[in-house]
Structures are given as C-alpha cells and as structure tokens.
Nanobody, 117 residues
C-alpha cells in the first residue's frame, strides 16, 4: 500500500509561483508513474502533469510552459513547480501514483491552491 503526502499549497497572487511536493512511502517509487491532478469547485478532476518512472513527462495544454513536473526516485518524491499562476489554476491539487505492475491508483489527500489578488 502506497501512501502519498502532498505539501506546498497555499494562497498566491496572480503571476506568482508555488512548488508542490509529494512524498511516497510504502512502495518502490521506480515502478510507479506519478502525476498531479486538480479539481476545481463544480468541475471534474483533471490531469495537470504526468511523469513516468524514467521521467518522460506530459502536461495539460492549459499549463504547458508554466508548470514543470519532476521526480527523484531515490527520495520517493515528485514535485510540481508552478509559475505564472492564474486564477483559473485555483483548485485542490492531488498527487497520484499508478503502479506499472498492477495498474492500481493511489491518491494523496490533496492540497489547496488559491490564486487571487
């Protein structure tokens, strides 16, 4: 069983930056693909960024060029660097791990990001 703990959320002004961290425990991080999802009020959860175990990445069109996902398997940690934040980025952000072996999904508890002046 994998446990994921996110940190780094908060309130930021438009144009600002935040860095989210997700620390995984209870599994071997190198066999998990990792991702960040977000869910705004009244909307479905959506993929923000994804990184495979060998660090191939993909991003939602809405965050390309502004957000960067990275990982360190030795530290069991994945990060999401968010720059040029917009009010539309306001949401609860969730860390996700998907086992390459079983396909099982694991989720963190979520962290709130609010972009507002």
């Amino acid at each position: 069983q994998v446990q994921l703990v996110e940190s780094g959320g908060g309130l930021v002004q438009p144009g600002g930056s935040l860095r989210l961290s997700c620390v995984a425990s209870g599994g071997t991080s190198s066999i998990y693909d990792m991702g960040w999802y977000r869910q705004a009020p009244g909307k479905q959860r959506e993929l923000v960024a994804h990184i495979t175990s060998n660090s191939r990445t993909k991003y939602a069109d809405s965050v390309k060029g502004r957000f960067t996902i990275s990982r360190d398997n030795a530290k069991n940690t994945v990060w999401l660097q968010m720059n040029s934040l917009k009010p539309d980025d306001t949401a609860v952000y969730y860390c996700n791990a998907r086992s390459q072996i079983t396909g099982n999904d694991y989720w963190g508890q979520g962290t709130q990001i609010t972009v507002s002046s």
